[in-house]
């Protein structure tokens, strides 16, 4: 009887703890990180989008979009990336001279667990992903509609939000060769699959 009460005990203990560790990963840990994380990107689309409709002054609306961008590269670069999923990239400067790029993942602890939650994660990729491509359709809407004054706005959006793209990637990736053995893999496996399917449609 007393056997049967203990492993009772255990089972709602351990189900106790799962709960616990689920809510860790879906809380969001640093509020304000994740805030401004979408706050300059989402905001330079939106003046970009409705300047023409808010005013007439060309040179007011791409001063604002670019300080947006600014603000919006350095906070992700410096900021976010590091609290929220434990990234981070720059450029470091040898004695020698030579000038060469970091790319560094935040190094699990040695109980397994992680400091940045999953909700975080999601709202990290899914800003860092997401914006660029937005800015990559504007780019050639701009280009096609012949939007000159607009082009060099849209490819510094491009330039910028591409840049911590690219580098955030190389930090969760690896190195440029593990980036390049994981798109092979990738296509690879694509192309098998696709084989795969049509050999079973010829035979049947």
Request: hydrophobic fraction near 45%; proline fraction near 1%.
């Amino acid at each position: 009887m007393d056997s049967n009460d203990d492993i009772e005990d255990v089972s709602l203990f351990d189900a106790d703890d799962d709960v616990s560790r689920r809510s860790k990963k879906s809380k969001i840990r640093h509020p304000v990180a994740s805030f401004f994380h979408l706050f300059f990107r989402v905001s330079a689309i939106v003046v970009y989008l409705l300047c023409e409709l808010l005013t007439s002054s060309f040179i007011a609306c791409m001063v604002t979009i670019i300080l947006l961008l600014s603000c919006d590269f350095w906070a992700v670069k410096n900021v976010t990336g590091r609290l929220m999923v434990g990234l981070r990239w720059w450029n470091q400067v040898d004695d020698d001279g030579r000038s060469h790029w970091v790319f560094e993942a935040r190094k699990v602890s040695a109980q397994g667990g992680k400091t940045s939650s999953e909700a975080e994660s999601r709202i990290f990729w899914l800003g860092l992903i997401t914006c660029p491509m937005i800015w990559v359709i504007f780019a050639f809407s701009a280009l096609f509609s012949f939007k000159v004054k607009w082009l060099a706005v849209v490819v510094m959006g491009v330039v910028l939000q591409g840049a911590n793209l690219y580098g955030y990637i190389r930090c969760k990736v690896g190195s440029r060769k593990n980036l390049t053995s994981m798109a092979t893999s990738y296509l690879g496996k694509q192309f098998l699959r696709q084989t795969m399917a049509t050999e079973d449609q010829a035979a049947s």
